[in-house]
């Protein structure tokens, strides 16, 4: 069990944003355990072809051989992420991380496991053989994550903005408590169900809260009180990530109000933002929003404001509709 005890500045600190680091790093244990992670078999086929070609198997192998199934993750390899942080910035910070912090964050990870001959390698020389580990990132992320980064971006910044809007209306303690069912808030600290064994004074830090589709069935903290405080939880309705964009085939709805505007009613069972339906729908913002337009004009989307974004929503007529049309 996990205790993360909180003062009013770390309640305060509470922070959500998305990593494309986390999403890169943790992949990889999709790939080690398919089963698991059956969600992703879609995206898990293409990138086992993309591992297979050996010019990106040499370059991905110290990540390749540093994440293994059931491996904790040092610290300084997943660190916590500001909003808006994109990939290149992350791995600058990954490759800046002082040798002793490496060392430290490395020997965190063996009390269950010991390090395999690459972790033994990077403890043993961690300023020779970061930088190794950090273009393997990178060339991982461009060739498996990034194709698909619009579609993963857009599930996550959907999550960010739906947890905001309850952190607001919630307060902390529900908030966390909504988060996932291994969370719950007692006094001044979140207890976590998870099988370590951790007591952490945030210190006044705050907290960051990425979401992320590889994480599986568990929140997933920082190993070291020390590391800025993080916690990876797993994302709203990952099951849609691999679906195929547009309307269902034959959809009886298209043929009614046309395709694109069925297309965003099938995407607002829950609250999005125009930039993240046209990811998610392939349109560009300026046709998501004519007809985002036209649909609140017949009274099917609501819109509604959560801090600097606008989210649209379907009404209880198009539920009625997209349930009639689903065959419901």
Known sequence: MSELRFSLADVAGVRLAVSPVNETVMSMWALASPIRYAVHLPWIDLARVTLRRPEVADRVGPLTHLVERGRWLPDFLTPAARPNVEMAEQLDQIAATPPAVVVQDL????????????????????????????????????????????RMRALLDADVAYRAAQLAESGAG?????????????????ISDDTFERDFDLRGRGLALNPTVFSGRNVLWNLLEDSLPAGAYPVRAVGTLWEATGTPPGDPLARVIGPGRAALLHRLDTATTTTDLARLTGMSAGNVSQHLAALRAAGLVHRSRQGRHVLYRNSDAASVLLRASRGG
């Open 107 to 150: 020997l965190a990870t063996t009390p269950r496991r010991p390090l395999n001959p690459f972790g033994q390698a990077l403890l043993a020389d961690p300023g020779g053989l970061l930088p190794h580990l950090v273009d393997a990132v990178r060339v991982w992320y461009d060739e498996a994550i990034a194709p698909d980064w619009p």
């Open 174 to 190: 529900r908030f966390f408590e909504q988060l996932h069912p291994s969370l719950r808030w007692h006094g001044d600290r979140v």
